[in-house]
């Protein structure tokens, strides 16, 4: 179980447990009358025609007790709503117990009178079942896994055994589609350095952060200020500072398309099979970016970068997909890089605005594939680099993003600042004003704006129901670059 980090925002995103059986009796004798009734708590509601792609959206607050069943290969087997929550999970045993909410209150019961271990009272869970979960005690990343065993029941519950399962074996032949904005007051934040702020700004003139601290709705921003030390290596020794702010509207993207399990839906139900997989799929992280920084000083760094991580933080947003809830593990971790060679000292300054995504899609033709996209621009860059060599500084972020606590996706983005000179130089450079630049140097100059994006497809992608990934498959990187200015004497 991932340790979590101190909670210094508010609580996380509320959101509901689900319960989707699978509708398997452990009695294969048992009637096929019986077999096609719902568990005791199911409302008799069903979830979208099935040629209506099921909604996406952020699971509210008011759905904490919400849940649903679903009985995969038998009629009227589409997920329902139900009273059915998991109570507790052992991660390490895989065991769960289940518990009902009663009708009119917020608070779990039992699921009856305790019965002998492996028998099954009527109505309540059976080997088959198919458990969806937000994030429970026990499950901090939501819990997605079929019953295997029925042990019995307890003054909480009925005690299960689980196994991994993936989403197609819910999902079957429906399609959803759909990206949902990140709470930013649901993030948990660990600061690793000591000068580290978080703002953010929510619908209701919310508002978290120090006082006067401006963020857009939906936003997020981490500020940091701190002396960069000499690398390990350097040729000089460093006195320098970096100062400045990484602003962030994440949203998580995805979508699923059951093309590949509607042909089998027949097959299914005659012989009790799991779906096939989806024909096609779609997870990742996009936003809104805003980053400004300053770096100031003489720069004593190594051609190596040196990386140092100044935030970290996590959030387990839950999207409502029709009734069930697929939770998304999503991870930031800021950072501000830098390299040179040679002893540089600079005073620079950049703003950058734009947007990213980055993710895994899936097609039945080309399996998983990368998706890397990125649009910035800078504003008026101020620099001044002294003495000759190089240097380079970037004020990023990596995102991960998973499901169910099994990650999928890693994406890094580092807009940078590159700078080059060979003697004095100092200048100034209204970037895209057509102004031109005020120089003072002895020799050439270079200044250049530029971003990575980079990243990784994970193996637990296959999560989704689609075949494994035999190893993580790169992003690939994403690079662009600009020349700011340049000049000679």
């Known amino acids: 179980m991932r340790k979590r980090p101190s909670r210094a ?158 989403l197609d074996t819910l999902l079957g032949g429906d399609d959803a589609k759909g990206t949902v904005p ?20 929510k619908t209701g003139d919310i508002h978290s952060g120090p006082e006067g601290t401006k963020v857009p709705l939906g936003s997020l921003r981490v500020d940091v200020a701190t002396k960069v030390a000499t690398a390990e290596g350097a040729p000089a020794s460093a006195d320098a500072s970096v100062s400045g702010f990484v602003q962030v509207k994440p949203e998580v993207d995805f979508s699923y398309g059951g093309g590949a399990s509607t042909a089998a839906t027949a097959s299914t139900a005659s012989t009790g099979s799991t779906a096939s997989g989806p024909g096609a799929a779609y997870l990742g992280v996009s936003g809104d970016w805003t980053s400004q920084w300053a770096l100031k000083g003489r720069a004593g760094a190594t051609a190596k970068p040196v990386r140092l991580p100044f935030a970290k933080l996590h959030a387990d947003p839950v999207l409502q997909v029709g009734p069930i809830p697929v939770v998304v593990n999503l991870d930031l971790t800021c950072y501000f890089e830098i390299s040179g060679d040679g002893r540089v000292t600079v005073d620079v300054e950049q703003d950058l605005k734009g947007d990213f995504k980055a993710g895994g899609t899936f097609g039945t033709a080309a399996g998983w594939t990368p998706v890397n996209e990125s649009h910035m621009d800078s504003s008026p860059v101020r620099t001044s680099v002294t003495t000759g060599g190089s240097v380079k500084a970037a004020l990023g972020a990596q995102a991960t993003v998973g499901l169910y606590g099994a990650l999928g996706v890693t994406a890094d983005l580092a807009p940078y600042l590159r700078g080059e000179a060979a003697g004095t130089v100092t200048a100034t450079t209204p970037v895209g004003s057509g102004t031109k630049s005020d120089v003072a140097a002895s020799g050439s100059w270079a200044l250049y704006g530029g971003l990575d994006l980079s990243g990784t497809l994970q193996i637990q992608l296959a999560i989704f129901g689609t075949p494994v990934i035999q190893h993580a498959i790169p992003l690939g990187t994403l690079h662009r670059e600009w020349k700011l200015a340049d000049g000679k004497m």
């Open 9 to 166: 925002l508010v609580p996380a995103l509320a959101a509901s447990a689900l319960f989707l059986a699978a509708g398997c009796s452990a009695d294969p004798g048992q009637s096929s009358a019986a077999a096609r009734t719902p568990d005791a708590g199911v409302s008799a509601t069903s979830t979208a025609n099935s040629d209506q792609p099921l909604a996406v959206a952020a699971a509210p607050a008011a759905a904490a007790t919400s849940s649903a069943v679903a009985r995969p290969g038998t009629a009227g087997g589409k997920a329902r709503k139900t009273s059915l929550k998991v109570k507790s999970y052992d991660s390490h045993t895989r065991r769960a117990v289940i518990s009902t909410v009663a009708k009119g209150t917020s608070s779990p019961s039992p699921t009856g009178t305790p019965t002998p271990a492996g028998t099954r009272a009527p109505g309540r869970t059976a080997v088959g079942d198919v458990i969806a979960s937000a994030p429970a005690p026990g499950a901090p990343d939501g819990l997605l896994a079929k019953v295997t065993k029925v042990i019995g029941e307890t003054a909480d519950g009925t005690e299960v055994q689980t196994a991994p399962t993936t």
């Open 182 to 201: 990140v709470d930013p007051a649901s993030f948990d934040v660990e600061r690793l350095l000591p000068d580290v702020k978080v703002s953010w700004a």
